[in-house]
């Protein structure tokens, strides 16, 4: 018993990322919401490039939104399969979002964003907007969004096969109406 609780435990260190959390903290307590199935919240947050991104922006695409920071290894790990992503699907209705949480201001996370050679939008997440999509435990939390901006899926961590599984869900999100 004792051994397969210290298996599941590691499996879930391996695949779900990085936490600020303190070991010691109890996480039942947090509350989180299933959100699949329900729209993206309303948001208008600061880009790193310039300007800002509203959930409006993304409506008729198909919207990878990761929340990230960049203290998080596994978060930097997935820089380039999220630049792979944005080239592959150029031209099509598709767009990847990178929304930084727990980072500092904008003066800290632009070098950042330079520094780790990210091609897709990055936006300064806040409270509001995590609550909106239902909390975040940990980093990376992934949303894929279909076009009419309704949650379609919510990948915790970097579990093995997720940016196959991520290409799946796109192909079959672009051929919906």
Known sequence: ????????????????????????????QKTLVAREGKQIPQFDLANVAGGSIKNSDLKGKVTVIDFWATWCEP??????????????????????????IESGSLEDIKPKVEEFQMEYPVVVGNDKVVEGFGGIIGY??????????????????????????????????????
């Open 75 to 100: 978060c930097q790990v997935e820089i380039p399969k999220y630049n792979e992503l944005r080239q592959k699907y150029a031209g099509k209705d598709v767009e990847i979002v990178g929304v930084t």
């Open 1 to 28: 018993m004792k051994r397969a609780a210290l298996i599941s435990a590691l499996l879930l260190i391996a695949t779900a990322g990085c936490t600020n959390q303190p070991a010691a903290v109890d996480t039942t």
């Open 140 to 177: 990376p939390t992934t949303f894929i969004v279909s076009k009419d901006g309704t949650i379609y899926k919510k990948i915790l961590g970097s579990p093995p096969g997720k940016q196959e599984q991520m290409e799946k869900d796109i192909d079959a999100l672009l051929v919906e109406h």
